[in-house]
């Protein structure tokens, strides 16, 4: 073997000095030229933050009516169990009659939509149903339905407004 294929081995110890003359120096380039007090960001959770429940809201429907007479005035709604105001509630509003045997106009609300809570957690809309039967003669029957649910929950209730108006022929 040749002289400049020699290789010189380094012991241990010499390593271990170069490791750490070498961490050393990386330190001390990386420390800032002005000490600075540290700063520790720290927050509370409240006590029951590890165990408190999901919250489910239960929807409470507000009375069915049923009618003999056009036009029909009432209150449609639902009710909160938590009696909180603001809680978004959905509702799809649907009609079971026939349109070939009479015309339903209903106002109040439109076919789908979201409407927050009021105080005690109540949603009360006055709503109007009139109904004119195509033949007078036959009358008219159906039922207007509007579904309301939380957007958390899988269930909610429906409300229902059925009629019969009586035709000329019993």
Known sequence: M???QKTNKISRRDAIKL???VTGATVLANLPSKWKTP???RGVLPAHAQTSNPVFYSVTCGNN??????PFNG???????L??????IDYLVTCSCNPLEQTVNFTGLGSFG???TGAGGIISVPIQIIVTPTNPILGASGQLNIFWWHIDQVFGCTQTFS???PGIIP
């Open 75 to 81: 209150n449609a709604g639902v009710t909160i169990n």
């Open 114 to 116: 979201t409407i927050p």
């Open 163 to 165: 009629w019969v108006i």
């Open 2 to 4: 040749t002289e400049s």
């Open 39 to 41: 700063e520790i960001a």
């Open 65 to 70: 009516a049923s009618f003999q007479a056009s």
């Open 83 to 88: 009696g909180d105001a603001g809680i978004n």
């Open 19 to 21: 490791l750490g003359a």
